[in-house]
């Protein structure tokens, strides 16, 4: 079962922030952790999936691209294929990125969340 969701926005002034975790108690990144996921996406500039190993988690992320620069990052357990999760994670990221105005997501987080919960579950 995924331990937490992560939405951040990098911006040249000011770095990489963190906009949002879920659930808040259990999502624990370090910044070497954040910049390795930046690094993944950082040359394709397009938008994207990929996934990554560090410190006995699995993440898998997807990028907005560019123009936006908004980073989706699920963290899963080690028994976990990210693979499983690129397809919930891209739909999530843009229901999101469709509520960035007057950051509306903020409220959506826990139930788009237990939606990457019941994934894996309902998608056959």
Known sequence: MPNGLIVMKYDERSGLEILAKYPEEKVDISNNTLMHILNLHEFSNQPGITSLTLQNINFV????????????????????????????????????????????????????????????????
């Open 61 to 124: 992320t997807y990028y907005s691209g560019f123009e936006m620069n908004y980073f989706f990052v699920l963290m899963l357990t080690m028994l976990e294929d990210p693979e499983d999760y690129e397809m919930i994670l891209e739909r999530i990221s843009k229901i999101i990125l469709e509520n960035l105005e007057e950051n509306k997501y903020i409220e959506m987080i826990p139930s788009l969340f237990k939606q990457i919960l019941d994934y894996p579950k309902n998608k056959d």
